[in-house]
């Protein structure tokens, strides 16, 4: 009877060790860059931001995959490989690194320096620009689209040629809800 018990009690402190681990993990999978910090994001307390010195900051919605890439050394990652869900993207030029971009499964958003969401749902890739200027290009797609601020273009897998419109705002606001602003 007493190494039932203690095989209970090891199998319960294994479970709490378990989850004690599991909770204090980084939200959704997002590795760590050298060179950056995750920070709480005040506006959606489960989540993290992901801050690259005064360059780039990261900003997901609940329930999003990505992860940065191109990264070297101590220096901020080039991109991210957006999976789901949508992340917002405050990009500032320096000598080191003059460009970003956001790979989805279905376009890519590339920029010199702004503040942009892009989103992944539904077989769909939608990009909002805040502020600058962004490139966004699809594989199927002749040519690229350049969006100012306001604008957003929506690319599907099959998409040849990619339309650029002013968002309503009832959609601009929905997808900034997402980030809790």
Known sequence: MKIRNDGRRRFFLLIAVAGALWL?????GVAQPAGCTLVADDRNPTEKILRCGDTLTIRNAPQTRYRPTGQNGQQAPTGVR???GAVMIEFTPSERQKNFQIQT????AAVRGTKWAVQVEGGQTSTLVLSGTVEVTSP???????LHAGEGA?????????IVKRWPQKRVDALLARFGQ
């Open 24 to 28: 204090s993990a980084p939200a959704h």
């Open 82 to 84: 957006l999976d789901s």
């Open 105 to 108: 499964p279905h376009a890519i």
């Open 140 to 146: 199927r797609a002749s040519r690229g689209a350049l």
């Open 154 to 162: 929506d690319v599907t897998a099959g998409t040849r040629r990619i």
